[in-house]
């Protein structure tokens, strides 16, 4: 078992109730890992207590990337939520921590 920060890095940007983050691989070999595993039910599964609305994955093998938008995650934007982790970048280090079978 490895950790998903073991192998990739996280860049996240949130606009309004949507969540946009990208799971980058370090070494070109570990994006097929991340194909596999970082799925939309996983994704789903590391922000249920946040309840997740409509999730979207993109690959970007060109990148060695994927991309998640997440929708109604920011309890309604970050200027409107009593969260005190409402930033999308809070949530993408919940996903990086998410358990991986070695490749």
Known sequence: MILLYDIA??????????LNVSVIA???QD???LVKQVTVARIRAALADRNPGPIER???PN???LNFVIDD???GGVNASLNLD???KCLSFRILAMELDQA
């Not at 890095?9 to 949507?18: C, E, P, T, W």
């Open 9 to 18: 890095h996280a860049r996240a940007g949130d606009k309004g109730n949507r």
């Open 26 to 28: 370090y070494a070109p």
């Open 63 to 65: 990148l060695g990337a």
């Open 73 to 75: 995650v920011l309890d």
């Open 31 to 33: 994006y097929s890992t």
């Open 86 to 88: 409402g930033h999308g």
């Open 58 to 60: 993109y690959e970007l």
